[in-house]
């Protein structure tokens, strides 16, 4: 992994996006892996493809990737239209529905706008479903040691932009050598 310069005042540097986070990092996760009974809408969330999204995202220059948290409005990437449903199930709208067709619609767009907005609550539910809650290190469970949401690609390089395939869970200690290995902190 190489470090890409850090581009102070995202919105003034009218940088691609895409020149900054890896596609590998925007890329949906692996079909074949998707655990087996799990909600419909969490599994919506991870078979859902999002370079549309990205791109649209692109597009606006809405998003600062260099930083973990982004303040969007949910009509920013879930554009308004009338008559299907607004999450692009292809449901009709009907009676008094305006943007989405059913509670599932409702619960999808919600993972996927926590998604983009770095929301780190959303962000482990969605990893702890997909891939169990343990660090990808040393393997120590919940129990055993404090869970940290890692950003694969880090925030600091431009990854705080990043799909699911950007975040992984690491326990504290293993988080702070994956850190200083990242930014070439030498060990104490
Ligand atoms: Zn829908
Ligand atoms: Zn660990």
């Known amino acids: 992994m190489k470090p890409i310069k850090t581009?102070?005042?995202?919105k003034k540097s009218k940088r691609s996006l895409f020149k900054v986070i890896p596609l590998k990092y925007r890329k949906a996760l692996p079909k074949g892996k998707i655990p087996k009974n799990i909600k419909p809408e969490l599994r919506r969330v991870f078979e859902y493809n999002p370079s549309q999204l990205y791109k649209l995202?692109?597009?606006?220059?809405?998003?600062?990737?260099?930083?973990?948290r982004q303040s969007i409005n949910m009509t920013s990437i879930f554009p308004k239209k009338k008559t299907y449903c607004n999450c692009g199930c292809g449901k009709k709208l009907t009676g008094k529905q305006r943007r989405w067709a059913s509670k599932e619609c409702i619960k999808f767009v919600g993972l996927i706008y926590g998604i983009v907005a770095g929301d780190s609550q959303v962000l482990r539910y969605l990893i702890g479903?997909?891939?169990?809650?343990?660090?990808?290190?040393?393997?120590?469970?919940?129990?055993?040691?404090?869970?940290?949401?890692?950003?694969?690609?880090?925030?600091?390089?431009?990854?705080?932009?990043?799909?699911l395939?950007?975040?992984s869970f690491?326990?504290?200690?293993?988080?702070r050598e994956k850190t200083n290995k990242d930014f070439g902190f030498s060990k104490k």
Request: with cysteine.
């Open 57 to 68: 995202i692109n597009e606006k220059r809405i998003r600062n990737p260099y930083i973990r």
């Open 170 to 175: 690491l326990c504290t200690s293993c988080h």
């Open 165 to 167: 395939s950007n975040y």
């Open 129 to 163: 479903s997909y891939y169990g809650y343990y660090c990808v290190d040393c393997k120590c469970n919940q129990f055993k040691c404090t869970l940290e949401l890692d950003h694969i690609f880090p925030v600091k390089w431009g990854g705080g932009i990043g799909w």
């Open 7 to 10: 581009v102070k005042g995202w």
